[in-house]
């Protein structure tokens, strides 16, 4: 009898604990962003990608021009394989290989140039939107604010999705202001 009062004790001083902690618990407050769709519709991001994509095309248009050279050398390479001499037909076939080399190489560095721009014309609004987002987190006293373009975020409530708010505040920020929070970023990291 006395091992059952004791027991019945203990179990309600764990639920008067338990009652008293939950409520003495903060309350967490969580959000999340999508950098990618932010940066695809803050205006500057929208600019950064149509000027980008023009980059794009211009050289495309080169690289075509090659790729077509390339293919009338084949075309030709394979039409007159049986009637060249072995010393001709192994200059042809160098020549093309040589072009298809090039060709390969200025495939890499439009590729890798064209990174470069992007990293460079997106890092800057990036660094503004970390800044929008940690004020946002500071003053709304948001416990946590997450990126969810990555596949991290598994769930949460649309409620909880900041993107459209960045966005537009974002849109609504002077340049000036940008610039600012930029250099001020930038200042710290050296």
Same mark, same amino acid.
């Given at each position: 009898?006395?091992?059952?009062? !004791?027991?019945?004790?203990?179990?309600?001083?764990?639920? !008067?604990?338990?009652?008293?902690?939950?409520?003495? &618990?903060?309350?967490?407050?969580?959000?999340? !962003? =999508?950098?990618?769709?932010?940066?695809?519709?803050?205006?500057?991001?929208?600019?950064?990608?149509?000027?980008?994509?023009?980059?794009?095309?211009?050289?495309? %248009?080169?690289?075509?021009?090659?790729? =077509?050279?390339? $293919?009338?050398?084949?075309?030709?390479?394979?039409? $007159?394989?049986?009637?060249?001499?072995?010393?001709?037909?192994?200059?042809?076939?160098?020549?093309?290989?040589?072009?298809?080399?090039?060709?390969?190489?200025?495939?890499?560095?439009?590729?890798?140039?064209?990174?470069?721009?992007? &990293?460079?014309? /997106?890092?800057?609004?990036?660094?503004?939107?970390?800044?929008?987002?940690?004020?946002?987190?500071?003053?709304?006293?948001?416990? /946590?604010?997450?990126?969810?373009?990555?596949?991290?975020?598994?769930?949460?409530?649309?409620?909880?999705?900041?993107?459209?708010?960045?966005? %537009?505040?974002?849109?609504?920020?002077?340049?000036?202001?940008?610039?600012?929070?930029?250099?001020?970023?930038?200042?710290?990291?050296?």
């Amino acid at each position: 009898m006395k091992r059952i009062a !004791v027991l019945l004790s203990a179990v309600a001083v764990l639920l !008067v604990v338990g009652r008293v902690n939950a409520a003495d &618990a903060p309350a967490y407050k969580f959000g999340y !962003v =999508n950098f990618q769709r932010t940066l695809n519709e803050v205006e500057e991001g929208k600019k950064a990608k149509a000027l980008l994509k023009s980059e794009f095309d211009e050289k495309q %248009k080169k690289l075509d021009v090659v790729q =077509n050279e390339l $293919q009338k050398m084949k075309t030709d390479l394979d039409k $007159q394989r049986l009637i060249l001499s072995q010393e001709a037909l192994k200059e042809k076939e160098d020549e093309y290989r040589k072009k298809f080399m090039e060709l390969q190489q200025k495939l890499g560095s439009y590729k890798d140039e064209l990174q470069v721009k992007e &990293a460079k014309m /997106t890092s800057e609004i990036l660094i503004v939107i970390h800044d929008m987002i940690y004020n946002i987190g500071k003053t709304d006293g948001y416990s /946590t604010i997450l990126e969810s373009s990555q596949d991290v975020l598994l769930y949460a409530p649309e409620s909880a999705d900041l993107t459209d708010r960045i966005i %537009k505040e974002y849109n609504a920020m002077p340049k000036n202001k940008k610039d600012e929070i930029v250099k001020k970023t930038q200042g710290k990291a050296k």
